[in-house]
């Protein structure tokens, strides 16, 4: 099965800053992956995804990094803004969006005026 | 974006009782929904895949007699928690898919709490 976690449960950072929340997985048969935010009492938004015929996919001020090799992944959010503050989830399956997603413990950002 | 929709938001339960909460997507259909658990400061838990026309498929530790779940239509699935207890109270989430596959949508999500 799945287990994708996450290296920092919280991460804080000033504004205008580049973060860069990380996450792993075990299963190499995973081919989708997905980071979402998550404001509180809210469901997840999702944010970008990528599959593993890429090893890198760029957002309006994200960028997703796959490392299939290590089984990692990233989000960068460049200029961070107090608004991007939340919990990070990064989630992975092994068929599309349409099989069940398996995901990580969540990452804490937050940012400082 | 696609929009998928859960209702109620919020909801309060006597223990014992049973709660529906319902999974809609609005525009758009919806052979495979999901259905998340969320407890406080923790990450989301597939609970189950409801599948429309058949029965859902639920995951290891989760009883389908508990939680009843039923997709009767494209755009339609419910979570029924029956015999609700306090420990049922939790952050329930659904999601649903496109049919051409790309992302997973999710609904704004449920607060039950059981007293």
């Known amino acids: 099965g799945e287990n994708v976690g996450l290296h920092l449960p919280t991460l804080s950072v000033q504004e205008g800053d580049n973060s860069i929340i990380n996450c792993a997985y075990s299963n190499s048969a995973s081919d989708y992956f997905i980071w979402y935010k998550q404001e509180s009492g809210k469901g997840p938004q999702f944010i970008i995804d990528i599959r593993s015929n890429m090893d890198k996919r760029q957002g309006q001020r994200v960028t997703v990094l796959l490392n299939k090799t290590v089984k990692h992944l990233s989000l960068q959010i460049a200029a961070t803004q107090p608004g991007d503050s939340a919990v990070y989830f990064c989630?992975?399956?092994?068929?599309?969006?349409?099989?069940?997603?398996?995901f990580g413990k969540g990452t804490l950002l937050t940012v400082n005026p | 974006g696609a929009v998928v929709s859960q209702h109620p938001s919020r909801v309060i339960c006597k223990s014992g009782t049973s709660v529906k909460i319902e999974c809609r997507s609005l525009d758009f259909q919806a052979t495979t929904m999901f259905w998340y658990r969320q407890f406080p400061k923790q990450s989301l838990m597939l609970m189950a895949t409801?599948?429309?026309?058949?029965?859902?498929?639920?995951e290891q530790g989760v009883e389908k007699d508990k939680f009843l779940i039923n997709h009767a239509s494209l755009t339609l699935s419910t979570l029924t928690v029956t015999s609700a207890h306090p420990e049922d109270s939790s952050f329930y989430i659904c999601?649903?898919?496109?049919?051409?596959?790309?992302?997973?949508?999710f609904g704004q999500g449920t607060r039950l709490t059981v007293v």
């Open positions: 999601s649903a898919s496109t049919p051409l596959n790309t992302e997973a949508f």
């Open positions: 989630a992975a399956s092994s068929g599309g969006s349409n099989y069940k997603l398996t």
């Open positions: 409801s599948n429309e026309g058949s029965k859902a498929t639920y």
